[in-house]
T-cell receptor, first 115, second 110 residues
Framework: GAGVSQSPRYKVAKRGQDVALRCDPI?????LFWYQQALGQGPEFLTY????????KSGLPSDRFFAERPEGSVSTLKIQRTQQEDSAVYLC?????????????FGPGTRLTVT | DAKTTQPPSMDCAEGRAANLPCNHS???????VYWYRQIHSQGPQYIIH???NNETNEMASLIITEDRKSSTLILPHATLRDTAVYYC???????????FGTGTRLTIIP
C-alpha cells in the first residue's frame, strides 16, 4: 500500500522567504509527527498531532515554525522568514494508534536549503 | 528518556551476522528499547523493539542483557542493502517522541 508521502522533495528558498512543506500520512493513521534532521545528525522531534489536535509542539525551534493538520489527515509545516539554520531535511511520520505507538512510518523527507 | 551510547561506525562482511551494540545504563523499568535504521536519502524505518525478553522478527533479533543496561541488534545474514545508520532508542511505551541520537553507521562490505 501507499506509504507516507511528502512534497516537495527538495526546496530551495532565499533567506526571508516563507515555505510550506506537505505531508500525506498513511490513510487511517491517527498520529502524525514532524522531525528535523540536520546534516550528519539524527532526526529531532518537532511536533505531534493526534487527529487534528496538536498535542505536543515542544520541539518547534521558534515561533517562525507552525504546523497544522486541520482535517486530521494531511499536515503542513510552515516556516516563516526562513534562516540559513533552517536548512535541513524535514521528516514526517505517521502511526496507526493514538495511544500506543511503537512503530512510526516515515516519509522520504523534504530537503530544505536556505540560501 | 534514557540516553543511549552507540559506536559511530562498524563494518561487516556480506553474508555474515552484523552485531550492533547499544549501551543504555540509565534505562528505567518501564522503558523499551527500539531500533530504527535509515538508509541513505530515505526516512527512518522501524526494525524491532523489546522490554526485557529477547525478540526476533523477519528483519532482526534483539538481545537485551538481564540487567537491561545494554542490548545488541543482530542482522543474521547481512546484505549490501543493510548498509544504513542504525539508531538505538530508549523510550516509554506509548511515548510519542523518538529521540534518535547519532546512531551507528553500518557498512556491509562485499
Amino acid at each position: 500500500g501507499a506509504g507516507v508521502s511528502q512534497s516537495p522533495r527538495y526546496k530551495v528558498a532565499k533567506r526571508g522567504q516563507d515555505v510550506a512543506l506537505r505531508c500525506d500520512p498513511i490513510s487511517g493513521h491517527v498520529s502524525l509527527f514532524w522531525y528535523q534532521q540536520a546534516l550528519g545528525q539524527g532526526p529531532e522531534f518537532l511536533t505531534y498531532f493526534q487527529n487534528e489536535a496538536q498535542l505536543d509542539k515542544s520541539g518547534l525551534p521558534s515561533d517562525r515554525f507552525f504546523a497544522e493538520r486541520p482535517e486530521g489527515s494531511v499536515s503542513t509545516l510552515k516556516i516563516q522568514r526562513t534562516q540559513q539554520e533552517d536548512s535541513a531535511v524535514y521528516l514526517c511520520a505517521s502511526s496507526l494508534m493514538g495511544q500506543i505507538i511503537y512503530e512510526q512510518y516515515f516519509g522520504p523527507g523534504t530537503r530544505l536549503t536556505v540560501t | 528518556d534514557a540516553k543511549t551510547t552507540q559506536p559511530p561506525s562498524m563494518d561487516c562482511a556480506e553474508g555474515r551476522a552484523a552485531n550492533l551494540p547499544c549501551n543504555h545504563s540509565t534505562i528505567s523499568g518501564n522503558e523499551y528499547v527500539y531500533w530504527y535504521r535509515q538508509i541513505h536519502s530515505q526516512g527512518p524505518q522501524y526494525i524491532i523493539h523489546g522490554l526485557k525478553n529477547n525478540e526476533t522478527n523477519e528483519m532482526a533479533s534483539l538481545i537485551i542483557t538481564e540487567d537491561r543496561k545494554s542490548s545488541t541488534l543482530i542482522l543474521p545474514h547481512a546484505t549490501l542493502r543493510d548498509t544504513a545508520v542504525y539508531y538505538c532508542i530508549v523510550s516509554l511505551f506509548g511515548n510519542e517522541k523518538l529521540t534518535f541520537g547519532t546512531g551507528t553507521r553500518l557498512t556491509i562490505i562485499p
